[in-house]
């Protein structure tokens, strides 16, 4: 409930600071020695919230199907894209993180690569990873470079996760005659927990930004990133519908995230006790 | 047969590099069925190394371990052995019950034999009633209980203890000194105690086992018999004469006769 009323809170907070800001604004935005410091304030660069929520309603063209449809629609397609990417790269990041965990010359080895593999730029290798596959589907591309997006954080989070047991666990684990597997199950993985679930949420929120900047550089139809190019070309003329299709890019993060949260809530349910009992 | 017999154990770590510690020197140490030994001595001595080698969570450089007429390798895979160490190391994810639960769990028992297992070894430490929580929800000596149940669960000849009581306060300390003793009549286990409490060893063992450093070695074995192990044993004359020897034999001046009585 508390939690609802904060995030409420927060997006009446949104609300008062862009509508606060066109109220105040100058509209051709605040230029200081030939540097423009504050954007624009007129309705072709901030339209009012009201437009775009109005705008959503609308036909996309003239006697088409709502904005608000198209752009769920998008996010639809877009989510499915990105949950394949999520759950592919989750689960390289956990299998990655256990064989770094299981052999050290793995870790050193593999550690900085899986580093400097998220310093390649994006918008160059998705076009390079679309040229591989001719027999693939455009959205495969797009969800193997979420994927490539979302493995990082829980390879990077799981690692440290699985090494955060202390030596008398491992050593109590031993003394119980538990092989490296045992271990980890019953120690290392419910120990990692904690470190898995900001790092999954990472992965999420990357995962979403791989299948939207995806989608746009292999020019995949019938995704969000699409839909943001198609609707970007139009700003000038309707500058609310850009945003409406922003706004879709926005809730298939929080539908993400959400669904991590979804997943956290049963899991981490005892792991907060604090009250202590004393005897 | 002996609990343990530890053989001309020599123990050295990082051998052949430039930090080379000898941490064990030539060591021999017998504990006999049933008996309550204490390891003591000053920080360095190798006492927890020795407890480390007989548990074969660490092997010797030189020399054999034996535990319960076995090689310690396999003494450790048939769980001839409990342990406990200074921090409870509950896992914070499971229950207490669940907890104490684990060492059965690995050795493939029954769901309903463990649970009721536990259960009985809960209400050995006096914490039946704690079985559903969780180990944040428990103080300090609580969680220190139940990783002693845990280390009895498997009802094991033998328990090792690494410095159990040592985080606990003096009241808190002195009631488990008193509860393990009489969980170690009632179960007849052997019991291996390291400690740097001279009070602690004197009251617990049969034998305290000094020890002194650098390298880490065997200075003085001393038998203690107390008239009783309660309140009144810890003041009885027995116990004021076997701490000064202790502590004398910690000094490096070992006694041959009974210290003068204070």
Same mark, same amino acid.
């Given at each position: 409930m508390r939690r609802v009323l904060f995030a409420a809170a927060g997006l009446v907070a949104f609300v008062l600071l862009w509508e606060g800001y066109k109220l105040v604004g100058n509209p051709d935005g605040t230029v200081l020695f030939g540097v423009?410091?504050?954007?624009?304030?007129?309705? !072709?660069? $901030?339209?009012?919230l009201w437009t775009v929520v109005r705008r959503l309603g609308r036909p996309e063209l003239a006697g088409g199907r709502p904005v608000g449809l198209v752009v769920l629609r998008a996010s639809g397609f877009t989510l499915g894209i990105t949950a394949v990417g999520f759950a592919i790269g989750a689960l390289v990041g956990l299998l990655l993180a256990?064989? $770094? #965990?299981r052999f050290r010359p793995?870790?050193?080895? !593999? !550690?900085?690569?899986?580093? !400097?593999? #998220?310093?390649?730029?994006?918008?160059?290798?998705?076009?390079?990873?679309?040229?591989?596959?001719?027999?693939?589907?455009?959205? $495969?591309?797009?969800?193997l470079i979420a994927a490539y997006l979302a493995f990082f954080p829980v390879a990077v989070g799981m690692l440290r996760g699985l090494q955060s047991p202390a030596a008398s666990g491992v050593e109590l684990m031993r003394s119980y005659a538990a092989g490296w597997w045992r271990t980890l199950v019953k120690l290392r993985l419910p120990a990692a927990l904690p470190y898995l679930f900001p790092a999954l949420r990472l992965a999420g929120a990357a995962a979403v930004v791989g299948a939207v900047v995806g989608e746009i550089s292999t020019g995949t139809r019938g995704g969000i990133g699409r839909l943001i190019i198609e609707y970007a070309r139009e700003a000038t003329s309707d500058p609310a519908k850009v945003y409406t299709a922003m706004l879709g890019a926005a809730l298939l993060g929080l539908v993400v995230a959400g669904a991590v949260s979804l997943l956290e809530l049963p899991l981490m349910r005892h792991r907060r006790h604090v009250e202590v009992v004393t005897l | 047969m002996?609990?343990?017999?530890?053989?001309?154990?020599?123990?050295?770590?990082?051998q052949g590099r430039p930090d080379e510690v000898v941490a064990l020197s030539e060591v021999d140490l017998t504990v006999a069925d049933g008996e309550f030994v204490s390891l003591i001595g000053p920080s360095g001595c190798g006492k927890s190394t020795l407890l480390r080698l007989i548990a074969d969570l660490i092997a010797p450089t030189a020399g054999t371990v034996t535990v319960a007429g076995k090689s310690a390798g396999t003494a450790r895979k048939q769980q001839e052995y409990g342990i406990a160490f200074q921090q409870a190391g509950l896992f914070e994810w499971r229950t207490v019950l669940r907890n104490v639960e684990l060492p059965l769990e690995l050795r493939g028992m029954s769901r309903a034999r463990r649970r009721a297992r536990a259960e009985e070894m809960l209400a050995l430490v006096g914490l039946a009633d704690f079985a559903g929580h969780y180990p944040a929800q428990l103080s300090g000596g609580m969680q220190q209980r139940v990783a002693i149940a845990r280390a009895l669960a498997v009802q094991p000849p033998l328990l090792l203890m690494d410095e159990p009581f040592g985080a %606990?306060?003096?009241? *808190?300390?002195?009631? &488990?000194? *008193?509860? %393990? %003793? =009489?969980?170690?009549?009632?179960?007849?286990?052997?019991?291996?105690?390291?400690?740097?409490?001279?009070?602690?060893?004197?009251? &617990?063992?049969? +034998?305290?086992?000094?020890?002194?450093? +650098?390298?880490?070695?065997? *200075?003085?074995?001393?038998?203690?018999? &107390?008239?009783? +192990?309660?309140?009144?044993? +810890?003041?009885?004359? =027995?116990?004021?004469?076997?701490?000064?020897?202790?502590?004398r034999a910690l000094r490096g001046t070992p006694v041959t006769s009974p210290a003068e009585t204070r």
């Open positions: 423009r410091v504050l954007p624009r304030a007129d309705d !072709l660069s $901030m339209p009012h256990i064989g $770094m #965990q793995v870790e050193r080895g !593999l !550690l900085p690569y899986v580093i !400097l593999s #998220q310093t390649v730029p994006l918008v160059a290798l998705a076009p390079l990873v679309a040229g591989w596959n001719v027999l693939w589907a455009d959205w $495969m591309t797009v969800a | 002996s609990a343990v017999v530890v053989d001309k154990v020599t123990k050295v770590f990082n %606990l306060d003096e009241m *808190t300390r002195e009631r &488990l000194q *008193t509860e %393990l %003793l =009489a969980i170690c009549a009632k179960t007849g286990t052997s019991t291996v105690f390291v400690t740097h409490s001279i009070s602690e060893a004197v009251f &617990l063992s049969q +034998r305290v086992v000094v020890m002194s450093a +650098r390298p880490g070695r065997i *200075t003085a074995s001393i038998g203690v018999a &107390l008239p009783s +192990r309660d309140d009144a044993g +810890r003041q009885s004359p =027995a116990y004021f004469d076997k701490i000064t020897e202790v502590r």
